[in-house]
């Protein structure tokens, strides 16, 4: 497990490219037959994928979290980008299809990730939090029938936004957060960018009540997404590229620009789950 220290914005504002890019950058996470993670100091996220091919997968807590098991004090938000697979949770099976998601909440003590196909692996990408209680684990799918185990995302849970005059629109799908699948402090989602548009969360924001962290993906090799961070006065970029994620402060914007249309997935952690407390930032402000 890489474990990333915490962000100081009066001494971000003087890194370098290289520097960004260290601190903040997550690359090469999707490694066949291979389980990354990295910690981040900033409210104590954990940034992985796990991606099965030729074998099953088991998760380890790693001497970094001197626990037990990996969720012994911990909840999990999971979102399959690849093919087929299985989540087995302390012996049960979840069956996952492309976009699929899952809660898994504190206490679960053995998980294992499994592809229907090596050819064509399944891509776990989660994030995991702290936890102080235990909630249900749930599987998450856009669409189907819901039942005790599998949950649906709610028509109010996706938001159409943006219009392509503004080159933003994009639908937001809610997964993880209260009065659907309830957490303790985690809050995930994925937004999908309609062809010919190009940017997501602009107008941009911060919320100091929680960091974030985006994972771009269905891109092709040559494109990319310039995202643009620090605080709304001192903005930097980043360049991203297919299936890189990016750790953002709490006092840092969060937005990109791609050069062509793509998807991402947000993951929320801090003390506030409350999708709209955001603290809105000008387009005629920003530096």
Avoid at 138 to 148: D, R, V, W, Y
Wanted: glycine share 8%.
């Amino acid at each position: 497990m890489e474990v990333r220290p915490g962000a100081n914005p009066a001494d971000v504002k003087n890194y370098d490219t290289d520097r960004l890019r260290h601190d903040f950058l997550v690359q090469d996470l999707f490694v066949a037959d291979e389980i990354k993670t990295v910690y981040s100091q900033i409210d104590r996220i954990i940034v992985g994928a796990a991606t099965p091919a030729a074998k099953t997968l088991t998760l380890e807590a790693g001497a970094e979290l001197r626990a037990a098991y990996f969720l012994e004090r911990r909840e999990m938000g999971i979102i399959n980008i690849g093919g087929n697979g299985t989540v087995t949770v302390d012996g049960k099976d979840y069956k996952f299809k492309y976009k699929d998601g899952m809660y898994i909440g504190m206490g679960a003590k053995e998980i294992k990730f499994a592809s229907d196909d090596a050819a064509n692996p399944a891509k776990f990408y989660f994030n995991s939090a702290p936890a102080h209680k235990t909630y249900p684990t749930k599987l998450i799918k856009p669409q189907g029938t819901p039942s005790e185990d599998v949950v649906i995302i709610k028509d109010e849970n996706k938001v159409e936004l943006g219009c392509l005059e503004d080159a933003n629109h994009r639908v937001i799908n809610k997964y993880i957060l209260p009065g659907q699948v309830e957490s303790c402090q985690l809050v995930m989602g994925m937004t999908a960018l309609k062809p010919g548009s190009v940017w997501n969360t602009m107008p941009c924001h911060t919320h100091d009540r929680r960091m974030e962290v985006y994972l771009y993906f269905d891109m092709p090799e040559d494109a990319f997404v310039m995202h643009y961070m620090g605080e709304p006065q001192e903005t930097r970029h980043i360049v991203m590229r297919n299936e890189q994620a990016v750790i953002s402060p709490s006092w840092s914007i969060h937005s990109g620009s791609g050069s062509r249309a793509y998807t991402f997935i947000w993951g929320m952690v801090g003390e506030n789950q409350d999708f709209d407390d955001m603290d809105g930032v000008r387009n005629q402000d920003i530096m």
